[in-house]
Structure formats: C-alpha cells, structure tokens
C-alpha cells in the first residue's frame, strides 16, 4: 500500500495538483458564482473520514 493511502476514503494514493488546479478554476468561473464563505476540501475523502 503507498504512503498515505489508508488514510482517506478513496482507493488512489495522493491527490494530484490537477484535481486542485480544477477546483480554483470552478470556484473562480461563473460555475461556482454563487459558492461564498465555504472551505472546499479535496482530499480524497481524509477530512470526512476524520470525523466519522
């Protein structure tokens, strides 16, 4: 198992700078206009399984 992977929820290993690089596209696109004051965690699901 590679470093990390058993500590969020989804069966890949990191998050890759492209799946961040795609969430500040959409927040600041006409998409994600009406998406204010919120935190958008991607990371594979770490947070969630946290508070479970």
């Not at 990390?4 to 206009?33: K, T």
Request: charged share 15%; net charge negative.
């Amino acid at each position: 198992m590679p470093a990390g992977e058993g500590q969020h929820l989804l069966p890949l290993p990191w998050v890759e700078a492209r799946d961040i690089s795609n969430a500040v596209l959409w927040l600041s696109s006409e998409e994600g206009r009406y998406v204010i004051g919120v935190t958008l965690p991607v990371d594979l699901g770490v947070l969630q399984k946290s508070t479970a």
